[in-house]
């Protein structure tokens, strides 16, 4: 869980901007905090008895680690998404399953482009309620309310017409006549063939690490972590490299990027 947090934090610092990881940091910092205190108030599990809740419910060291290690999945997981959302854009997903589940693709698309174009028409919406006294900023439960399932009733107009202009504009290029097209724009190279072995091959390293139960830590009853062993060292080895892997990609190509520069 560190190596994951520590490899998606590294890349989020070198790829975005401050006020955007500003942005990111400023929801996952109270989930990781949220998730560790709830843990333990729900989670009465473990020998290490720490103390009494006002309830008489008992506080476990094993049930704060746990929680410290979930709350560490949960950002981990979101952090990683958050790469992914800026890094695959709808023409990589188009490429990636279009051959194989053309309608699958055509749907993820008009998800990934509709869900901004949503974000950006609510915002516009309420400047322009806003405009005329009826923003949701108001004064009074029951004005937000109001003021709020005024901007829901025009969003989901307009969300209605803008699916019909995009079932007429498909109609009208002859969608689903017959059978489609494909056009991409990327190609495979050395490149990516050495990523794809580069994968397999520590993807491999860290599953024989798993079976082997030589990175396994148990919680329950009570907290036991692992002995030090080859395997385990390789498997924490083998995802450090994984995991580092969109770091190294980025470094690669700024060097390349900066020699470029100097050349010209």
Same mark, same amino acid.
């Given at each position: 869980? *560190? ?6 934090? $590294? ?18 910092? +109270? ?38 290690? /979930? ?5 981990? $997981?979101?952090?990683?998404?958050? %790469? ?32 901004? @174009?949503?974000?950006? @028409? ?6 322009? @309620? ?33 699916? $019909? ?31 794809? $072995? ?8 860290? *599953? /024989? ?11 329950? +009853?009570?907290? *036991?972590?692992?002995?030090? %062993? ?20 980025? /470094?690669?190509? /700024?060097?390349?990027?900066?020699? %470029? @520069?100097?050349?010209?």
């Amino acid at each position: 869980i *560190i190596i994951s947090l520590f490899s998606a934090l $590294v890349f989020l610092l070198i790829s975005f901007s401050g006020k955007k990881l500003a942005h990111i940091l400023y929801f996952i910092i +109270p989930t990781f905090m949220i998730a560790i205190a709830l843990n333990p108030m729900f989670n009465h599990r473990g020998e290490t008895i720490l103390c009494y809740l006002p309830g008489g419910n008992p506080l476990t060291k094993e049930s704060i680690l746990y929680g410290i290690a /979930a709350a560490g999945m949960i950002c981990a $997981v979101m952090l990683h998404f958050s %790469s992914f959302n800026s890094i695959i854009s709808s023409e990589k997903t188009v490429y990636i399953v279009g051959k194989l589940t053309p309608s699958l693709a055509l749907v993820l698309s008009m998800i990934m482009k509709f869900i901004p @174009q949503l974000s950006r @028409q609510v915002r516009k919406i309420a400047n322009s @309620q806003k405009c005329i006294g009826k923003g949701l900023d108001e004064k009074g439960i029951i004005n937000k309310i109001r003021n709020g399932l005024a901007v829901l009733s025009v969003l989901t107009t307009w969300s209605i017409e803008n699916s $019909v202009h995009t079932a007429d504009n498909m109609k009208s290029r002859g969608f689903g006549l017959c059978k489609r097209s494909h056009y991409n724009i990327f190609s495979l190279n050395g490149r990516d063939i050495f990523s794809i $072995v580069y994968i397999i091959l520590l993807s491999a390293i860290v *599953i /024989a690490a798993g079976k082997s139960s030589a990175i396994e830590i148990a919680y329950f +009853p009570k907290c *036991i972590f692992p002995k030090v %062993s080859i395997i385990g060292m390789a498997g924490y080895i083998a995802y450090f490299l994984l995991a580092m892997l969109p770091v190294f990609t980025e /470094a690669v190509e /700024a060097a390349k990027w900066n020699y %470029s @520069q100097r050349k010209i």
